[in-house]
């Protein structure tokens, strides 16, 4: 497998630590082999310099030049459609699912838990049947 996800100036990352976590931002410098510049100018991100590993790479990218300025990197995100690319991606749909089931009240999880015995039983059933 090849490794396709490299540390570039223009790549989306989402922050995966801090006060921003789980927020995208873009990489707009690098500064050594361990930090990096970002400005998520769109995301409510400051921009920062910030440690490697305190981000997750993604695979989206735009077409922005070292050091570009916040209103550079808002039109390089509206010409890339970054923010529908990340919403359609697979990732943002987990964090989204996973939001939804953080927020479930007691009687939601008890309906799950109780629709996932019904369904169970029921494939249960088909597979005796076989």
């Known amino acids: 497998m090849v490794f396709t996800r490299f540390v570039e100036v223009g790549r989306v990352c989402m922050?995966?630590?801090?006060?921003d976590?789980?927020?995208?931002?873009?990489?707009?410098?690098?500064?050594?082999?361990?930090?990096?510049?970002?400005d998520g100018c769109n995301?409510?991100?400051?921009?920062?310099?910030?440690?490697f590993r305190r981000i997750a790479l993604?695979?989206?990218?735009?077409?922005?030049?070292?050091?570009?300025r916040a209103a550079c990197i808002k039109a390089a995100w509206k010409k890339g459609g970054v923010a529908e690319a990340w919403a359609k991606?697979?990732?943002?749909k987990k964090l989204a699912a996973k939001a939804?089931?953080?927020?479930?009240?007691?009687?939601d999880r008890f309906k799950v838990m109780v629709a996932r015995k019904?369904?169970?039983k029921i494939v249960a059933a088909k597979v005796k049947s076989m």
């Not at 707009?28 to 990096?36: T, W």
């Not at 991606?89 to 943002?92: I, K, R, Y």
């Open 89 to 92: 991606s697979s990732w943002a």
């Open 58 to 68: 993604t695979d989206l990218t735009c077409e922005i030049g070292r050091g570009a």
């Open 21 to 38: 976590k789980g927020k995208l931002a873009t990489i707009v410098d690098i500064v050594d082999g361990n930090k990096c510049l970002i």
């Open 100 to 107: 939804v089931r953080g927020n479930l009240s007691d009687f």
């Open 15 to 19: 922050i995966n630590y801090g006060k």
């Open 118 to 120: 019904q369904k169970s």
């Open 43 to 51: 995301t409510g991100v400051a921009r920062q310099i910030i440690t």
